[in-house]
């Protein structure tokens, strides 16, 4: 069967250092007509099992553990039976949100789903367990909060840091294809071709 994206806009809010924000999530589904993964369970449970329709959902990945990218996950899971998945150094934040119900499994290097792999790529610096995940099948990235339509996820909050998401990003996305879609955490996509050219004047604005 064919591999497919699905795409969900949800809505709810972002809350870290006693701030509170309204924000829209992009929610992307991945996988056939038989089973799926969903990468960022935010927001809005409904939506996302409305999207998957009949199909199995075989993980919940999670790019990173602010709170409007898992606030979804445990009733998601709850309600599929499918495992959550988190990078280890971003449990802690997980923490902040859900207490003592804790992923299910650690963010390996690898997640499969309808005879498609995504290679993991860790990409601290929005958070110390960002993630991206790449499929060179699909000549595209889920880039979570590390790369946006015009620049670099912000770091301007606790647990982040404006040089370590820089060297990620040129160490691990901008060495991809430039044809490689990006699609993010948030707002439109883009591709590394269109960001990649960009990276010098980010470094001079961040500093």
């Known amino acids: 069967m064919t591999v497919r994206i699905d795409h969900v806009v949800t809505s709810g809010t972002f809350s870290l250092d006693g701030g509170t924000w309204e924000v829209d999530n992009n929610v992307w589904i991945l996988g056939d007509d038989t089973e799926a993964i ?13 999207a998957l329709g009949e199909r199995t959902l075989t993980a919940i990945v999670c790019t990173h553990a602010h709170n409007d990218h898992i ?9 599929t039976g499918a495992p959550i998945l988190l990078h280890p150094k ?6 902040q949100t859900h207490g003592d119900r804790a992923p299910d499994k650690e963010l390996g290097d690898r997640v499969s789903v309808a005879g498609t792999e995504l290679s993991v790529l860790h990409t ?11 499929s060179a099948e699909l000549g595209t990235v889920f880039s979570g909060d590390t790369l946006f339509s015009g620049g670099p996820g912000a770091t301007g909050r606790s647990f982040s840091d404006f040089p ?27 591709t590394i071709g269109a960001e990649s050219p960009q990276l010098a004047e980010w470094i001079e604005r961040g500093h």
């Open 71 to 79: 606030d979804a996950a445990p009733e998601l899971a709850k309600r």
């Open 38 to 50: 969903v990468i960022d369970a935010a927001h809005d449970v409904e939506a996302i099992i409305h």
């Open 90 to 95: 971003d449990w802690f934040l997980w923490e």
């Open 164 to 190: 370590t998401i820089i060297e990620s990003i040129r160490e691990h996305l901008f060495t991809l294809p430039p044809e490689t879609v990006v699609r993010t955490g948030h707002g439109d996509g883009t």
């Open 124 to 134: 601290p610096g929005h958070s110390p367990g960002s993630c991206c995940l790449y």
